[in-house]
């Protein structure tokens, strides 16, 4: 399980890592853990393992942080260390014109520069449109090698696109519970409990083509995956129903900034949650907070801010079995008119 987590932990800039760095880059192999309860307590289990095999350092006990349930370290020291291979004489290898930025390049970018410059060699623009992981075990013999040198759909920091390599990036799937409504939207919640009544509720309801778990922040992420749920399901449109704070109003912004610049809000979800919803105190709030409410939910802006001046925010989960199974049809056709 600790392998991709251990590419990642390679890939730090630094021998040390910081606790939130560990989070992050946890995050970033596992996405749909984002709200899981034993996060990192899993993490935790991984790095021992990591260091029992000499790959990293844990701290000794009094740097482990003493809040929480599971008891984490504040840093971790990486001690495995890649092969060296020789010094190269690179410019009398036989570069091709589409690597002729090797030489801005670290010595380990040119080893794996030049690994892909030979394959480009051998096969002669004559390849597929494959994933990602397809391609990096035909050239490097590992299909992981690639996934951390990826930015913007390129590698070499943009200069070289996956097209080159006839590669592309594979979006995590989004699960998603179908009910039989072709020719109707599709609906991303953000918390898996109202995905789950939601999607309960839709079978016979068939509001919706079909709802789709957005795994609270790492939705943001997996935006292309979002085509082939419509494909499967014959949706037509994307609608987004999250958690009324700052942070649940920012996520299906940041989707459509990853390239589901169709989504749209479903505004009589938010009314039902802002007419029969229960509010918390503690909203917190953030400095471009009312920017990013008016830009996602323009119509219901005003109460919504008008609630987070008064310290409050509405949870999803205000839009539950009952209230759907009882008044759903009822409710949502209201305040759609």
């Known amino acids: ?111 794996a520069a030049f690994a892909i410059n030979e394959w480009m060699r051998r096969r002669k623009g004559d390849f ?22 990826v930015r913007s759909d390129a590698l070499f920091s943009g200069r070289l696109p996956l097209s080159a390599i006839g590669a592309f990036m594979v979006a995590a799937p989004l699960p998603h519970r179908k009910a039989d409504a072709p020719g109707r939207p599709v609906v991303i919640v953000e918390n898996h409990h109202t995905y789950w009544s939601l999607g309960q509720w839709n079978f016979s309801a068939k509001r919706y083509a079909t709802v789709i778990y957005g795994a609270g922040h790492a939705v943001s992420s997996t935006g292309r995956a979002l085509d082939e749920v419509l494909r499967e399901v014959q949706g037509v449109g994307v609608l987004y129903f999250g958690d009324l704070d700052p942070a649940g109003v920012g996520i299906p912004l940041r989707l459509r900034n990853d390239g589901a610049g169709e989504i749209q809000p479903d505004v009589p979800l938010y009314k039902l949650v802002l007419a029969h919803g229960r509010r918390r105190d503690g909203v917190r709030r953030t400095s471009d907070d009312v920017v990013t409410l008016h830009s996602w939910l323009p119509s219901l802006a005003t109460e919504v801010e008008t609630m987070w001046k008064d310290g409050q925010w509405l949870p999803q989960e205000g839009v539950g079995t009952e209230l759907l199974h009882k008044h759903g049809n009822a409710l949502l056709n209201a305040q759609s008119s």
């Open 1 to 111: 399980m600790s392998d991709a987590f251990l590419n990642q932990l390679k890939a730090h800039p630094r021998k040390r890592m910081l606790l939130v760095e560990l989070r992050q880059s946890w995050l970033n192999v596992y996405p749909e853990q984002v709200q899981h309860p034993e996060r990192d307590g899993l993490m935790l289990e991984a790095l021992a393992s990591m260091a029992a095999a000499g790959q990293v350092a844990l701290p000794s006990a009094s740097s482990f942080e003493r809040v929480g349930r599971q008891p984490m370290p504040k840093f971790v020291t990486i001690t495995v260390d890649e092969q060296r291979e020789p010094p190269t004489e690179w410019g009398q290898l036989p570069w091709l014109p589409a690597l002729g930025f090797w030489p801005r390049l670290t010595t380990s970018e040119k080893q």
């Open 128 to 149: 597929m449109m494959v994933p990602l992981k397809e391609r990096s075990l035909e050239i490097f013999g590992d299909e992981k090698f690639l996934d951390l040198r």
